[in-house]
């Protein structure tokens, strides 16, 4: 695997960064820093959107034809290792890389053209409803269910830990309509309006006090067939592709790497309580090491899995690996930041935003305001899009074929 830039992606990641250094807003810098969550708040995600879609870069994952960018993997991965590098926030997935995909892969002419340009525009703001109440890691047991009513679908059921529900205005939904045969072959991919009578949000909190996720009930829900995406019963290897893409769609290294230096940086003017500074305490060092170690060998990962995907072949199951690699890597970096800023780091502000003009006062600085909160909500990141133990499994099976 050659990891040197040619000259033409050098100058690709030249034009990035430099378009980052220009266009990049402070409030939305600052909103990324504040943000506990996985996704900032919509109306900082929306904003940096705006910017990235005025540019023509927003759909930078996308085919050309759709409305993307049609970048290599290799740009699209210089073009998230810059915005990780110039502290941009994280791109909210929901719309841009889980539905789209499906969309203009395995959707209709008209949903093509419907849907894929009110993502880009921010019109439409998604949210996915796969998981239910018992239907977690045993997601094919699902039983929310669409039943045919000539050319609608009514949808009865409950889906659970719907991410940012409350701000979306719409849901693509795995729906039972069969129960014939495997429990797989029963499921079906459904788009769905939130903005109609018969569907209900409930918030969830989340253990720092977050209001991220929801619980979303059904009740005679009226879906036009024409939105539901492929056939019926294709849901299941829809649902795989998606999940594929959930796991393996961004290369997670840069962001961790940029966090950890954050950390070792602000660790120069942290005193150890001895007298000297933190950044001198050996056992500092060797934990700082290992996660640089650690970040970068995922790095290499995701770099090889680029170089197969760039000579046309799918992610694969490799994607488990890198999901769960990042995930121990987030919270472990996570826990690093709460241990940096002792007392400080343990203050935990439930009020949101942590940016404006309405956000509390930090103790320190608002690295430190939000150490605590961001430590509690990344214990997420081991549970969702596949839990850790649900990773080895897939690794235990596809990639070792144990
Ligand atoms: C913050 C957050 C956001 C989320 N956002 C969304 C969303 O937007 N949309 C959505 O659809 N879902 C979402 N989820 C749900 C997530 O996908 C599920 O929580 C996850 O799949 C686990 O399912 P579960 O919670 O039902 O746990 P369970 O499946 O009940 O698992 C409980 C425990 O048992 C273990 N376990 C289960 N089965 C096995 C097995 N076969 N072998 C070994 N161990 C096993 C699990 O690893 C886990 O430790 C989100 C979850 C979180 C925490």
């Given at each position: ?7 033409e ?6 034009e ?7 266009n990049l807003?402070?409030?939305v810098k ?18 940096w959107n705006?910017v ?12 050309q ?15 998230e ?7 941009a926030?994280?791109?909210t ?16 002419e008209?949903q ?29 047991s699902l039983?929310?269910?669409a039943?045919r ?14 991410t940012?529900?409350?701000w ?15 429990k ?7 788009l769905?309006?939130m903005d ?6 409930r ?5 720092a006090?977050?209001h ?20 019926e ?10 999940l594929?893409?959930?796991r ?17 940086s ?13 950044a ?41 690996v ?5 995930s ?18 343990l203050e ?32 997420a ?22």
């Amino acid at each position: 695997m050659n990891i040197d830039l040619s000259p033409e992606d050098t100058a690709f990641r030249d034009e990035v960064r430099a378009f980052l250094k220009d266009n990049l807003p402070a409030q939305v810098k600052r909103g990324a820093v504040s943000s506990p969550t996985v996704f900032v708040e919509p109306e900082i995600g929306q904003h940096w959107n705006d910017v990235l879609n005025a540019k023509g870069w927003l759909g930078y994952q996308w085919p050309q034809v759709v409305g993307g960018t049609g970048w290599s993997p290799v740009q699209r991965y210089l073009f998230e290792k810059e915005c990780a590098l110039a502290g941009a926030p994280n791109l909210t997935v929901l719309g841009l890389k889980l539905v789209a995909p499906v969309i203009y892969t395995f959707g209709t002419e008209r949903q093509k053209a419907l849907y894929l340009p009110r993502i880009l525009s921010g019109e439409d703001y998604w949210c996915q409803g796969f998981s239910e109440p018992g239907s977690g890691s045993d997601l094919a047991s699902l039983k929310t269910r669409a039943v045919r009513d000539g050319d609608r679908y009514i949808v009865n059921g409950s889906k659970i830990w719907t991410t940012h529900a409350h701000w979306a205005n719409k849901i693509f939904c795995l729906v039972r309509t069969g129960t014939e045969g495997p429990k797989q072959a029963g499921i079906s991919f459904l788009l769905v309006d939130m903005d109609q009578p018969g569907i209900t949000v409930r918030p969830i909190l989340t253990l720092a006090g977050d209001h991220e996720v929801n619980e979303v009930f059904f009740e005679d829900v009226s879906v036009p067939a024409e939105d539901l995406v492929g056939e019926e019963g294709q849901g299941w290897a829809i649902a795989k592709f998606l999940l594929e893409n959930e796991r393996g769609g961004s290369c997670h290294a840069p962001k961790l790497l940029y966090d950890l230096d954050q950390i070792v940086s602000a660790a120069l003017d942290q005193p150890d309580g001895r007298g000297g500074i933190l950044a001198d305490d050996r056992d500092w060092k060797r934990r700082t090491a290992r996660l640089r170690l650690r970040a970068q060998a995922l790095e290499m990962i995701e770099l090889k899995i680029l170089s197969e995907v760039a000579k046309g072949r799918k992610p694969g199951p490799q994607t488990s690996v890198t999901k769960m690699l990042a995930s121990n890597l987030r919270q472990d970096i996570d826990l690093l930041a709460v241990d940096l800023y002792g007392p400080a780091g343990l203050e935990l502000d439930t009020a949101r935003p942590l940016y404006g003009d309405n956000a509390p006062k930090p103790l320190e600085t608002p690295e430190s305001q939000v150490a605590s909160a961001r430590y509690l909500n990344s214990r997420a990141w081991t549970i969702f899009g596949g839990t850790n133990e649900v990773q080895a499994t897939i690794i235990a099976k596809t990639v070792l074929n144990l």
